[in-house]
């Protein structure tokens, strides 16, 4: 519930699926278990007819049921129109790929095909009171999924470093310090343009785009370990 000028006021509800019939039985559950008016129910079949019915109604929350529906693109593309609506997806496969999408995509809240209505509403009473619930089934699904995305992750971050040269780790460290392309070249006693060709293919090899991104990669990956055997500390960062 909302509290305007000390006013308990009822959430706006907008419930939505394929189906205008099956988006008012839900409707009226959740009237009847909320006890109140402002709920209404539309039958959508793409994004801009939901983004058309939620600036028409002003919902705090939108249950979306997934079915046939490209949910994870219906909540980006409500994201970027309205600021004013929490989205609940209900009727998602027991996959921790889409689960997750829906997440990413930012879902509040999210419940699957196999959910009961208690669940489902027990979300929405949730969304009501501003708070996100996720009932043991979904995190059962949800958390190997998880799991698995980081493990790729830090796979793929491991080959991104494995590709890095001796010297492109050397030089990496001396970005970490704030050493200029000139400052490093001199440092290794290499060219100048040796020394950019260095930084332009660390960049590349690590999909980074800003030197100080480079940085910030050195000191999270554990590759100032491989800092160039002269002194570094002795030069005088400056920017290019």
Not at 84 to 106: F, K, P, Q, W, Y
Not at 177 to 194: C, D, F, H
């Amino acid at each position: 519930m909302q509290k305007i000028n000390n006013l308990i006021v009822p959430p706006r509800i907008l419930v939505v699926h394929r189906d205008r019939a099956l988006s008012q039985a839900l409707m009226c559950a959740i009237k009847s278990t909320l006890e109140t008016d402002e709920v209404a129910a539309v039958g959508c079949e793409n994004a801009a007819e939901i983004a058309a019915h939620d600036r028409n109604f002003r919902p705090d929350i939108i249950i979306l049921n997934a079915s046939g529906l490209e949910f994870s693109f219906i909540i980006k593309y409500l994201r970027n129109s309205s600021q004013h609506s929490r989205v609940m997806v209900c009727g998602l496969r027991n996959c921790g790929a889409e689960i997750l999408a829906v997440i990413e995509a930012g879902a509040a809240a999210c419940e699957t095909i196999d959910g009961s209505l208690e669940d489902l509403l027990a979300n929405v009473q949730a969304l009501c009171d501003g708070e996100t619930i996720c009932s043991p089934r979904v995190a059962r699904i949800l958390f190997p999924e998880v799991a698995a995305n980081a493990g790729a992750k830090l796979c793929s971050e491991e080959r991104q470093i494995s590709r890095l040269t001796r010297r492109e780790r050397q030089i990496i460290s001396l970005i970490e310090l704030g050493l200029s392309n000139k400052q490093i070249a001199n440092e290794l006693s290499i060219g100048l343009q040796t020394a950019k060709n260095h930084v332009h293919n660390i960049l590349e090899k690590l999909q980074l785009r800003r030197r100080a991104e480079a940085a910030r990669y050195a000191r999270e990956n554990g590759l100032l370990i491989d800092a160039v055997g002269t002194s570094t500390s002795t030069s005088t960062p400056t920017h290019r």
